[in-house]
C-alpha cells in the first residue's frame, strides 16, 4: 500500500500523465480509502491550473515599446 | 493549453501575411513570460536588455524557423541562452540547489509512518479561476514564485507557467530529467502550502 508521504509524489508524475497502469492502480487504491490525499490531488490540479493562466499578457504599449526598439535596431532585416 | 500545432499554423500564416502585426501578437502573448524567466536568473535591467534582445533576434531569424517546435519553446530558449551568456560574462551561473539534505516544504506535515500529520486544508476555491479572483491570493503567488530559489523558479516557469515539454526543459538547462522533476516537485508543494497557510491565516 502506499504511503500519504509518496502519494504526493505520484501525484506530480500523475498530472504528467507518466503513471503506468500498475502504479495508477495503486495510487487510486490509495485515493479510495483515504480523503486526505484525494484531496491534495484536487487542489494541486486546481492550482497548476491557475499557475497557467497567472502568465499575464503584455500590454499593448509594452509590446509596442519592443516593436519600436526591433526596428530600431533590427535596421535592414525587414522582410 | 493550446494545441501547439494549430497555434503554430496560424501563426506561420499571420507572419506571411502582416509580418509586424503578427510579431505584436507574440511579444503581447510571451513578454511577460520571457521576462518572468529571465528574472530568476538576473537583475531587473539586464533582464530586460536581454529578453529586448531575444526579440530582436527573434524578429531577425523567424523566417529560419523551422516550425518544427512550438514557437514557444524556441522564444524561451532564445532567452535562455541570452541570460546563460550574461550569467557566463559576468563569471557567474545559473545555481541549481537540490541538497539531498534539504527537505520538501512538506515534509513536516507527515509523521514518521508516512501518513499526514497537518493534512491540507479545504480549499475555498474549486477551479482554477475560482482560486484567481482575489486578488491577494493572486499577489501572494507572484510573491511567493519570487522568493523560490533560482533554478526551482525557472523550472517551474518553463513547467506550469509556459507549459513546455520535460524534454525541452531538460534540453534548455543542461539537466538531467530526475533533477528537473525533484526541482518541480520542490516549487509546486512550496506554493501548495502557501495557498493552503492562506486558507487559514487569508496571508501568505
Ligand atoms: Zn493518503
Known amino acids: ?79 | 493549453m493550446k494545441d501547439p500545432a494549430k497555434e503554430n499554423e496560424d501563426l506561420r500564416a499571420a507572419l506571411g501575411s502582416d509580418k509586424d502585426t503578427a510579431f505584436t501578437r507574440l511579444v503581447v502573448e510571451h513578454h511577460a513570460g520571457m521576462l518572468r524567466l529571465a528574472r530568476a536568473f538576473l537583475r531587473e535591467d539586464e533582464a530586460e536588455e536581454v529578453v529586448q534582445d531575444a526579440w530582436i533576434a527573434a524578429y531577425n531569424a523567424i523566417a529560419q524557423f523551422e516550425w518544427r517546435s512550438s514557437i514557444r519553446t524556441w522564444l524561451f530558449r532564445i532567452v535562455i541562452n541570452g541570460a546563460k551568456g550574461r550569467l557566463r560574462g559576468a563569471n557567474r551561473e545559473l545555481t541549481v540547489d537540490f541538497s539531498a539534505v534539504e527537505p520538501d516544504a512538506l515534509a513536516g506535515r507527515f509523521m514518521a509512518d508516512g501518513h499526514w500529520s497537518a493534512p491540507p486544508e479545504n480549499w475555498r476555491a474549486h477551479s482554477p479561476d475560482e482560486l484567481l479572483q482575489e486578488q491577494d491570493l493572486i499577489d501572494c503567488l507572484q510573491k511567493t514564485l519570487g522568493l523560490l530559489p533560482q533554478s526551482q523558479r525557472v523550472v517551474l516557469e518553463l513547467r506550469d507557467l509556459q507549459g513546455l515539454e520535460f524534454d525541452d526543459i531538460c534540453n534548455m538547462l543542461s539537466l538531467g530529467a530526475s533533477n528537473v522533476r525533484v526541482l518541480l516537485h520542490r516549487a509546486r508543494v512550496r506554493i501548495f502550502n502557501m495557498v493552503d497557510r492562506y486558507q487559514v491565516t487569508g496571508e501568505c
Open chain 1, 1 to 79: 500500500m502506499l504511503k500519504c508521504r509518496e502519494v504526493v509524489i505520484y501525484a506530480d508524475h500523475l498530472l504528467a500523465g507518466e503513471l503506468s497502469v500498475v502504479e495508477r492502480a495503486k495510487l487510486h487504491l490509495h485515493l479510495a480509502i483515504c480523503r486526505h490525499c484525494r484531496r491534495y490531488v484536487r487542489q494541486l490540479r486546481v492550482l497548476i491550473g491557475a499557475l497557467q493562466r497567472l502568465g499575464a499578457r503584455a500590454s499593448s504599449d509594452v509590446a509596442a515599446a519592443v516593436m519600436r526598439a526591433i526596428h530600431a535596431r533590427a535596421g535592414t532585416s525587414r522582410s
